[in-house]
């Protein structure tokens, strides 16, 4: 059954985190899981709802609002994970708890003026990858300063680490600059390197794979369908 392979994902995911905590000298709890649900179905996220984890995080805007309205009754906290568009907010801010990717100064201006305390990670390319969105280290102060005077509780920063080189010194960097700019809330490490991330202060992890098992090759449909 798919909902006993996903609870049996979840209680093992949560022992890894477990374990890593402890190892990072902190309780289990100091990690919040993110259930990463990009091209997931109803069934399968209300399946990890059910097994626990309430966080859940959407990378698509057009994903989260035909998905979100099927969950209701399950009282998911939606992250928004993705590069987002400044002509999506009014779409997703009825839904979004946590937004986990504003990575500049437009972008966080947008937001402000359509969601009131909105709760925020500005997102870090701290590898500098051209392909990747996020902000310069350099420009992460500047862009906490602009986002608090506009009234949005920023609680820390988000990065994705290259998946071609150690995770560790781009973990170890965006824990030093959140040191530095005071914020608590690190998103870092994915199924590949939560472990990882853990141990170098992560947390909040995101995690797809490691919860619903490999992606089919062809994204099943994702609109709202039936809660079973």
């Keep these: 059954m798919e909902y006993e392979q996903i609870g049996e994902r ?25 259930a990463a649900t990009k091209t997931r179905t109803v ?49 997703l801010r009825r839904w979004v708890s946590w937004w986990q990717s504003i990575d500049d100064a437009a972008l966080a201006d947008a937001l402000t003026a ?3 305390h909105a709760r925020v990670l ?5 590898a500098g990858e051209t392909q990747k969105g996020g902000c310069t280290p350099e420009a ?6 602009r986002l608090r005077a506009a009234g949005a509780d920023v609680r820390g920063l988000m990065t994705v680490a290259p998946a071609s080189a150690d995770p560790r010194p781009t973990f170890a960097a965006l824990r030093g ?3 530095k ?4 809330e690190l998103s870092m490490g994915m ?9 170098e202060g992560a947390t909040i992890v995101r995690v797809g794979t490691g919860l619903f098992g490999p992606r089919p090759d062809i994204p099943p449909n994702s609109g709202p369908g039936a809660v079973t």
Excluded: C, M, Y
């Excluded at 994903?63 to 992250?79: N, Q, R, S, Y």
């Excluded at 700019?181 to 608590?184: K, M």
């Excluded at 199924?191 to 141990?199: K, L, T």
């Design 10 to 34: 979840v209680a093992a995911v949560r022992e890894r985190i477990a374990d890593a905590a402890r190892r990072s000298g902190r309780p289990p709890e100091s990690v919040r899981l993110v």
């Design 43 to 91: 069934d399968e996220i209300a399946s990890v709802i059910r097994a626990g984890v309430f966080d859940v995080g959407e990378n698509r805007a057009q994903e989260l609002v035909a998905k979100a309205p099927a969950l209701v009754g399950l009282d998911p906290v939606w992250h928004f994970i993705g590069r987002l568009q400044r002509n999506k907010i009014n779409q």
């Design 114 to 116: 359509r969601v009131e």
């Design 122 to 126: 500005i997102e870090v390319n701290i």
């Design 140 to 145: 992460a102060e500047g862009l906490t300063d």
């Design 177 to 179: 600059l959140a040191g």
């Design 181 to 184: 700019l005071e914020l608590a």
């Design 191 to 199: 199924s590949g390197d939560f472990e990882a991330a853990i141990e």
